[in-house]
């Protein structure tokens, strides 16, 4: 017995042990990635024995956990931009101590470029190819197979029939490489530099750049010229050439570790050819270099590098490798330029940059209200300074901006008491009040509202901006007492009250409604021939209001009489009406609007054709300026995105799971007739549901087709009879509501960019012909530019 007790424990303890040893090799592993992340951070030691200590770390333990420590290098490259030289010094450091490995380092990383690129993963290629060009200097590749590389990118430009986007691609990662490696590659191979850099003017000088002004964030070139991002980075680089390739800004710690570097051997690239272009690719879009401080907007303290300096490149890319706020503090050089105006600068001009930020907006906020919980000091002064500089120019600014202002600075006050010094706005009061600046407040304010409530906002502003103050979030009910009984639906609105009151059933409702009179038709007592307003007006009006309590309570009221509101909008006409009567009820509450016209399409009491032709409509066209219309429009446009998307994913589980059941019943063929009877049976199910799914697809996006047709078509009549009304008075085109509708056009073609190419074909043959305007056919030539 104490035998057997003793063999147990024993064997537990035999176990616990190969636990402990299983376990080992994670611990290591875990422990090599955190040392490898962390080197190049603040530490007491310098950043030079870090790197020699880690290099000596990592050479003992790359006969167990090479690979490992391969997959670790490979992906901080990709990810860590920020410490690049950090890890090429690292890098470098290794493949002086071990040949192989840096040549199996090379070989992953080629592996890994060309597997991003296969994805579509732009900004890691810019990043691993970034770092291949920097282990030039630290002696791991040989200067000639790096240009042979750049030369087999450069020769993109010369490909036939490929999209310009294509090529402006690997230009630009060849370019984005030379701040860190121009000066080793002029010193060993300056012909073949040459003659690349030659390449790439003539590529830039007959480059189309249509698509240039719809992606400008301010129309007005003064006081900071709006640079597409190709020529910028173009004239950025030749003053580098030019300067002999000196920068001041670029952390090259294995300048401290030449003497080894350069006793060792060097590897060469394996030839690598850009992969070939597949029909349908998205590459990255064409942007415009943001700028908005200079050398004069930082008066004290360092002087910020001028807009063609190469350090301002190089710190705008050190800027947006930033995972998080409190890293900011670790950049090079921090406190030789004006730091805090560099990061509101890259800040704002991600946030507006055009098509898309390349996050969402509140990412944007949080991260600036974080930075000034962290520089109480100095940060505010400088976004507030930036606010003001934003403000006084938003009569040129872009209005897919001025949105993403408005969004921003409301969300921001809201977490600073709304403190603002408004009295300095109060300018803008003598003006026109549909003029950029008024309009920019008003809709703030309306934000803010809906962040707080209408009393704050009244205490928050001076008296003389009342008129800017938005209306208080009141129902307007049009039955709402006697004074209202001479109005044709009055006493029906009485009963329809009264019977949701008591709980009446949707037939019981449909029945008090059956004797509403219609006022289109007169002694005729057959009502189904047309459309009765009355109806709608009368129920809808009376629901909403005694839903009016709140958002969930509005929800629950049209789905109890669902039934209701789909007999009411049977034909176009009705459903127009029931948006107009949502808006003419809730006109006081945008917010309110939109979520109800959010959930009627949901719903499907309304259609998305519908409420583009509602928002289109004289009705709204007081309100056509208003942001929540556009918000309201896009959201209906990015629904039936959605929608379907959700249907082709249906269709392609379907013809998948038709392939595996083919697949098996040719796998089971010898089986037994029954199983090969039920088999087909299945496979027959599929093939149906696969036709009806088939035709589902081809009805959403002969929908989808036909709402961009309908929102198209109203803003070219739209525009038209603007341009028509001004010819033929001799009056300026350009007033504040031409900018605003001209701009909104480029909106919807930028926001919905990637759904809108399926239907060009469309597009250009029965709306934007040759014989439009010239005006609004420049932003459809605007648009195809961008894809070229």
């Excluded at 307003?533 to 709140?550: E, G, I, M, N, W």
Aim: aromatic share 10%.
């Amino acid at each position: 017995m104490s035998r057997r007790r003793h063999s147990e424990s024993e064997n537990d303890g035999g176990q616990e042990h190969k636990r402990r040893r299983t376990s080992e090799p994670i611990e290591i592993e875990d422990r090599l990635e955190s040392l490898i992340c962390r080197v190049g951070e603040k530490s007491t030691s310098s950043l030079e024995s870090n790197l020699e200590g880690l290099a000596g770390v990592l050479e003992a333990d790359l006969p167990n956990y090479k690979n490992k420590i391969l997959r670790i290098l490979c992906a901080v490259a990709r990810l860590l931009p920020e410490k690049l030289s950090v890890y090429t010094t690292l890098v470098g450091l290794l493949n002086a101590r071990n040949y192989n490995f840096g040549g199996e380092f090379v070989e992953a990383m080629i592996r890994q470029l060309k597997e991003t690129l296969k994805n579509n993963l732009y900004n890691e290629a810019v990043y691993l190819v970034r770092f291949l060009s920097d282990l030039v200097n630290c002696h791991v590749i040989a200067a000639p197979s790096m240009v042979a590389m750049f030369e087999n990118f450069i020769s993109v430009t010369q490909e036939e029939d490929v999209p310009q986007v294509r090529a402006d691609w690997y230009v630009y990662v060849v370019l984005s490489c030379l701040p860190w490696v121009g000066k080793e590659l002029y010193e060993k191979k300056d012909v073949e530099m040459d003659r690349l850099f030659s390449q790439v003017d003539g590529f830039l000088k007959r480059r189309v750049k249509t698509h240039v002004s719809m992606l400008q964030v301010w129309t007005a070139e003064k006081p900071h010229l709006q640079e597409e991002y190709l020529d910028c980075l173009w004239a950025q680089i030749q003053k580098l050439k030019k300067d002999r390739w000196q920068e001041r800004h670029i952390l090259r710690p294995y300048i401290a570790f030449d003497s080894v570097l350069c006793e060792a051997l060097q590897h060469n690239l394996p030839p690598f050819t850009p992969p070939g272009h597949i029909p349908g690719a998205q590459y990255p879009m064409p942007h415009v270099v943001f700028r908005m401080f200079d050398y004069t907007d930082a008066p004290e303290g360092p002087v910020m590098p001028g807009s063609h300096s190469v350090e301002r490149f190089v710190i705008e890319e050190n800027l947006r490798g930033r995972p998080v706020p409190p890293s900011y503090s670790a950049i090079r050089g921090k406190n030789k330029i004006p730091l805090n105006y560099h990061i509101v600068e890259v800040i704002f001009g991600e946030l507006f940059q055009l098509p898309a930020a390349p996050h969402i907006d509140v990412m944007y906020t949080t991260l600036l209200i974080e930075l000034c919980k962290l520089q109480p000091g100095s940060l505010p002064q400088v976004l507030a300074q930036a606010t003001e500089m934003l403000f006084m120019r938003l009569d040129s600014m872009n209005t897919s901006c001025i949105d993403r202002l408005i969004n921003w600075f409301s969300h921001h006050l809201s977490n600073f008491q709304f403190r603002w010094s408004w009295d300095d706005w109060s300018d803008c009061l003598t003006t026109d009040l549909e003029k950029p600046k008024p309009k920019f407040i008003k809709e703030v304010l309306e934000k803010s509202m809906r962040l707080s409530y209408h009393q704050r906002i009244v205490d928050i502003v001076p008296a003389s901006f009342t008129a800017l103050i938005p209306s208080e979030n009141i129902f307007v009910y049009k039955y709402a007492d006697e004074s209202s009984s001479s109005l044709p639906g009055y006493p029906a609105s009485i009963t329809v009250g009264d019977a949701i009151k008591n709980r009446a059933t949707n037939e019981e409702i449909l029945a008090i409604l059956k004797e509403v009179p219609n006022p289109n038709q007169e002694d005729d007592d057959d009502e189904g021939e047309s459309f009765n307003p009355l109806k709608v007006d009368v129920f809808l009006q009376t629901l909403l209001h005694l839903a009016a309590k709140s958002f969930s309570h509005s929800f629950s009221a049209l789905g109890k009489f669902h039934e209701v509101l789909k007999a009411l909008t049977e034909n176009d006409e009705g459903k127009v009406h029931i948006l107009k009567v949502v808006y003419e009820a809730w006109k006081n509450h945008p917010q309110m609007v939109a979520v109800l016209v959010d959930k009627l399409i949901r719903t499907q009491i309304v259609d998305c054709a519908a409420v583009a032709n509602w928002l289109f409509s004289q009705d709204m066209a007081h309100e056509f300026s208003r942001l929540f219309v556009w918000e309201i429009l896009h959201s209906t446009i990015r629904k039936m995105d959605k929608h379907v998307q959700k249907i082709q994913q249906e269709l392609e589980e379907a013809k998948d799971k038709l392939e595996k059941q083919q697949h098996k019943h040719k796998r089971d063929s010898g089986d037994e007739e029954d199983m090969e009877k039920n088999s087909e049976d299945e496979e027959g199910q599929l093939e149906e549901q696969i036709d009806r799914l088939q035709e589902k697809v081809e009805s959403a996006q002969s929908e989808q087709k036909n709402l961009f047709l309908v929102i198209f078509q109203r803003f070219i009549m739209l525009l038209t009879e603007h341009l028509v009304r001004c010819e033929t008075g001799s009056a300026d085109i350009s007033t504040p509501w031409y900018k605003n509708c001209i701009e909104r056009l480029q909106q919807v073609f930028l926001m919905h960019h990637v759904t809108i190419q399926q239907y060009m074909g469309t597009l250009e043959n029965l709306l934007f012909t040759a014989e439009l305007d010239p005006h609004i056919l420049a932003v459809y030539q605007q648009f195809c530019a961008l894809q070229l």
